[in-house]
């Protein structure tokens, strides 16, 4: 049998060097660990949304605003067939991880895709419903999703943490305050839910009595249309500073739908959700509505084609502005006031100013075949998709503020149709979908070059 190597002098010298300081490493570890948990609770863990595109709309006020910078060496990293047509803008998660919704036939309607690569980190076959709803995603990469009769949250490896029977199909949902999601659902009904136990933290809310739990898709078609069976036919418009939201809502038995302003606000030491007003809007609403950065003012699209700005406070009418038609009926509004609504396909760009009491067009691009929803950027320029001139394939474009002039085109190869919107990563990332089933994911050019 082999005698066993001696230990050499020198290594056992250099072991004996570091076992005081593998110990110290340690017992500090330890310290700061049992220094955090002993703390006065000053490290809030509660979930919010995360930073990036988290939700619907890209944040609580349905605004399609970004403040991350785009970088200047912007190229397509990679692009992915969904399966299926996607109808629901994207997500990005504050680790650039994208979230997906989308009509399959079978196999994953949900998918969250790697930045990297557009691999998969997870996927999941989901019920009717999913394919209208954008992801909720919090600050530890949890999304938040939700399918006829039900309300999902999943952790970040994609298990399912917990579950919330809903009456109708839930749309995509919102951060009213750190660890309570706000849920609304196409049959009228409210949830103001604990993320991390699924229990209420404000008694439920059905805004009509004609509810059908035993058809959770009773009224689900009328929603395309903003009909009266679907009385919440998209996402909520959330103000966290005054906790409050507002909602495109048809109430029962009326002629149209009115934007519907509700509080959450604790009174006696429990939050209730209450109704604080309602404003008629001519022709009644259409599409979600979408809260200012201030949280003063409500913007709405009418089926008359106009866009209409509401008093916050108050839902007194401050300014109405003919689009020349509702369109995809959603926007992006800038923290300054600018604004792009979303035309039909194929409408020319157009960027409008809320001026306070009245509405102006600041300019528009009828060179541009617009087939997207719009963001407006931190850096006062604004992304869109176009269709290419002369053809069916479609190209992301950013362009200046100031002038509408074109900064920069990016291709999208195999591409035809139209875009469900251009969502912003953290770190200026740009995730786009076709509305046929096929992601595109821009990045740098030199971080995808240092992988």
Not at 186 to 208: D, H, I, K, W, Y
Request: hydrophobic share 40%; proline share 6%.
């Amino acid at each position: 049998m082999a005698a066993a190597a001696p230990i050499r002098e020198g290594a056992r010298t250099e072991k004996a060097r570091r076992t005081p300081l593998i110990v110290a490493t340690i017992l500090a570890s330890v310290v700061a660990v049992l220094v955090t948990s002993c703390s006065d609770g000053h490290i809030d863990i509660r979930s919010v949304a995360s930073a990036g595109w988290s939700s619907y709309g890209g944040n609580a006020a349905n605004s399609n605003f970004a403040y991350p910078a785009v970088p200047d060496d912007l190229e397509l990293s990679w692009t992915r067939p969904t399966g299926g047509p996607v109808t629901a803008p994207l997500t990005i998660s504050g680790n650039g991880n994208v979230g997906v919704t989308s009509n399959t036939a079978n196999g994953c309607n949900l998918l969250i895709l790697d930045p990297r690569n557009g691999r998969k980190n997870f996927c999941k076959r989901m019920r009717a419903g999913t394919e209208v709803n954008s992801l909720l995603v919090d600050q530890y990469d949890q999304p938040y999703v939700g399918e006829e009769s039900m309300f999902l949250a999943f952790n970040a490896g994609g298990a399912i943490r917990w579950r919330m029977p809903v009456i109708g199909v839930p749309l995509s949902a919102k951060f009213a305050a750190p660890g309570e999601v706000l849920v609304a659902s196409t049959q009228g009904q409210l949830l103001l839910l604990n993320s991390q136990t699924s229990e209420f933290t404000a008694p439920e809310v059905r805004l009509r009595s004609d509810l059908n739990p035993d058809d959770p898709t009773f009224g689900f078609g009328e929603c395309v249309t903003n009909g009266p069976r679907c009385p919440i036919p998209a996402p909520p418009a959330v103000d966290t500073a005054h906790e409050r939201f507002f909602l495109n809502f048809w109430p029962q038995g009326a002629i149209a739908s009115q934007i519907r302003a509700m509080s959450y606000r604790a009174e006696d030491g429990a939050r209730t959700m209450r109704e604080i007003w309602q404003a008629d809007v001519p022709g009644g609403v259409i599409g979600p509505p979408t809260l200012s950065a201030d949280g003063s003012t409500v913007y709405a699209f009418s089926r008359l084609g106009q866009i209409v700005a509401l008093d916050a406070a108050s839902g007194t009418t401050r300014w109405t502005y003919d689009n020349g038609g509702h369109g995809f009926a959603t926007m992006t509004v800038s923290p300054d006031g600018l604004i792009i609504p979303t035309g039909v396909l194929g409408a020319p760009l157009t960027l409008l100013r809320d001026a306070g009491d009245h509405a102006e067009q600041v300019w528009q691009r009828q060179d541009l075949a617009v087939v997207s929803l719009s963001t407006l950027t931190d850096a006062g320029t604004a992304w869109t998709v176009i269709r290419d001139e002369g053809q069916d394939s479609l190209s992301l474009i950013e362009v200046s503020t100031d002038d509408g002039s074109t900064q920069r085109t990016l291709g999208l190869p195999e591409s035809v149709g139209f875009t469900t919107g251009v969502s912003v990563s953290p770190s200026g990332q740009i995730a786009t979908a076709t509305n046929i089933g096929k992601v595109y994911f821009f990045d740098s050019k030199q971080s995808m070059e240092s992988r």
